[in-house]
């Protein structure tokens, strides 16, 4: 590598040496990636412990499930209600010394508008024992919802 020292004609250079100061943000570069804390991308969840507990704590409560019908219809336990009856109904469960579990099941063709009501509905009411059931009919890869 040959290095030049300036002109032959005797003036001086009037080029900065870049070299250190790419040295210097290098050096800086990885400084910084050091120092950066490392991203965690996880949930934090208490999970059983996998062993069932003793018979006498084993406690039976009743399920209530809320289907939401293609016809735009909510049914309580297979009985039709509208949404202030559901409201009441649900206040009610939150109000009993074990709360039962609330299944949350819409039809296939049920409106996605009647779903988030209701969703907000029983969001506002402060149930805790809350899931959604018959995803599985929906889960077949390859499979159309009517099986073929």
């Known amino acids: 590598m040959a290095m030049s020292g300036g002109k032959d004609d005797g003036e001086p ?3 900065m040496n870049t070299t250190p100061l790419i040295d210097v943000m290098l ?3 990885i400084m910084f990636i050091i120092t950066i804390p490392v991203a965690t991308h996880s949930v934090d969840i208490d999970l059983p412990s ?3 507990p003793p018979p006498d704590v084993i406690v039976q409560t009743e399920k209530n499930k809320v289907v939401l019908s293609t016809d735009n219809k909510v049914r309580w336990n297979g009985d039709e ?3 202030g ?3 009441t109904l649900l206040k009610e469960t939150t109000e009993m010394p074990v709360e039962p579990e609330l299944q949350f099941e819409p039809e296939e063709n049920a409106s996605y508008d009647l779903s988030a009501r209701v969703l907000n ?3 506002g009411s402060g149930v805790t024992k809350f899931g959604f059931v ?5 889960s077949a890869f390859g499979k159309a919802p009517n099986g073929n």
């Not at 018959?134 to 929906?138: F, I, P």
């Open 13 to 15: 250079m009037m080029e």
């Open 27 to 29: 050096v800086l570069l």
């Open 50 to 52: 996998g062993e069932n």
């Open 81 to 83: 209600v509208n949404t």
């Open 85 to 87: 009856q559901l409201v």
């Open 121 to 123: 509905i029983i969001k």
């Open 134 to 138: 018959g995803n599985e009919k929906y």
